[in-house]
Each structure stands twice: as C-alpha cells, then as structure tokens.
C-alpha cells in the first residue's frame, strides 16, 4: 500500500515550529531560513486543506487540528529515533534524570507522565523537585525546568510557556456567596497564598484597580500546591496559574470569576548543557513535552476562550 504522505521535509518543519511556537526558531534549528519554514507549512496546509498555526500576542500557536497532527508527528519522529538507535547497536533501555519546580511536577507533569511512559517505555525517568535551580555540575539531573529569560550562556533552553495568573475558586464557594462580581468583592473572601504568591497578588489587585485589600491577611501555605489544594476544598480564592489548573477549570472544579489575567515576561524554559541538547533521550522529552504543553493551551482555548485568548 502506497502511503500518502506530505513532504517530510514540510512535516520537519512543522514539527520543530510546533515545539518552538516560532519560524524564527525552527528555522534556526533546521539551518532554513524563517520564510522556508513559513513556506513548507504552508505545502501542509494546503495538503490538509486547513489552518495549522494561528497567531498569538507572543508567537504563534498550533490550532486544534494542528495540535493533533503535532502530536501524531513528534511521536513518529520519536520512534524513528528509537529505531535508529536500535540500528545502531544502542542500549534499549536508557534513563533520564529532570528535575523540576514542585508545583509544575504536582499539578501538571506527573499527571500526564504515564502519557510519555507509553510513548517511550524504552526511557527510564527519574524526577526531583526543588525551587532552587538546577545545578548541572553538582545535581544528578540531565534535564530541568528553569524561569527565566531563556538567555543562560553555558545551557541550551527550549521556552516552554509564559504563565498567566487568574483568581479562581471552588463553585461551591461562589454559591454559599458572598457574590465575588467584580474585584473589589474579593475583600469579602479569604485570599489564599504561598510566600512565591503573595506579591503576585499584590500585582494583581493593582492592576485590577483594587485597593485596601492586603492579601497577607488570608491563609498562607507551604507552596503553591497546598494553596490550589485549598482552593480546590472551598477556602477561599486563590491566584493560579492558568496552564497548572487548566483541567481543574474544564472539569468545572475551579471556575475564574474574573478574566483579567497577570502575565510574568519571565518564562518557564527547559534546559540542559548544551552537549546535552541531541541526546535521543533529552530530545525525546523534549518534543513529548513541547507537544503536551500545546496540547494544553488548545484546549484551554477550545472549553475556555475568554481565558484562552490571554496570552
């Protein structure tokens, strides 16, 4: 059976732009030039009769077909990988140590871990958590997740996601009331928080216009988690981050009783030495998280689009 396939250079393409969000950076990884990129992905489109990319305040994003091809692409490209490992000679089994802020890790990767488990049983995977950042020199790790300007002279950095912060709550909070209507309500709630969250929150009521409310008066917590935690039992109203509760607000069990959203410029990049960066393994992850990411924020812009829509 003949397959009909696209160009696989057009699928390269695609891939890396769709792990990216960017031409400019596909192309630089692809040594193309960024009107290339544009140009094979436009070969797909028109192969597939639909939009794969739309446009965002920073960069751009796949659609939701978009989305769905990515993933389907990166796990063939990761299979090929394997193979040609295989081929030549490698062990079958390797092992990848990352190591990961604890509320990223709690509330967003170890839920979906068992997803690139599936898609690669040949990895083994170690994972520590810890706010300080990764020390490649002294920490057994061979991965880590770093906050920052992606600009770390002796690391490679994949950009990840810029988070948004939103107050969210239990529903059942906002039926027992008092009604949480406009922000100035919140001074009738208890605002939940860890130390990382507190000026945060300060930020937020600023740019809300909300005054008079001092969030450390609320109910502190260890870490992010336990305040989330919190908010999930009807405490009170906390501000989370948009990609960490994403599934909590489309099962309904959080709702955003506000759409204004607080932005950080500081984004959240995965990193490694740099003679690191073509490790099957790290490459692997890589694309499987890239493409979960992705994954995420369509959805959120399918089942939420007035938070979607925030950058």
Known sequence: MRHRLPSLNALRAFEAAGRHGSFSEAAKELSVTPGAVSRQIALLEAHFACRLFTRQRRGMAPTEKGHHLLRAVSEAFDRIDAAALHLKGAQPTSRLSFRVY????????????????????????????????????????????????????????????????????????????????????????????????????????????????????????????????????????????????????????????????????????????????TDAPIVAFRRWLMAEIGATEARIGASLPALGAVG
């Open 102 to 277: 604890p509320t990223f890790a709690t509330e967003w990767l170890v839920p979906r871990l068992s997803l690139f488990r599936a898609a690669h049983p040949e990895i083994d995977f170690r994972l520590t958590t810890s706010l300080q950042p990764v020390d490649f020199e002294s920490d057994e790790a061979d991965l880590g997740i770093l906050q920052g300007p992606g600009d770390w002279p002796h690391l490679h950095a994949d950009q990840l996601f810029f988070p948004s912060f939103l107050p969210v709550c239990s529903p059942a909070l906002l039926e027992r009331g008092p009604p949480l209507r406009t922000p100035q309500d919140l001074r009738h709630h208890t605002l939940l928080y860890s130390s990382i969250q507190a000026p945060m929150w300060q930020a937020w009521l600023a740019k809300a216009g909300v005054g008079g409310i001092d969030p450390e008066r609320g109910s502190l917590f260890e870490n992010s988690s336990l305040s989330y935690r919190a908010a999930r039992e009807g405490m009170g109203v906390v501000l989370g981050q948009r990609l960490f509760l994403a599934d909590d607000l489309i099962a309904g069990r959080l709702v955003a009783p506000f759409d204004l959203v607080l932005d950080s410029r500081q984004a959240y990049c995965l990193v490694c030495p740099h003679r690191r960066a």
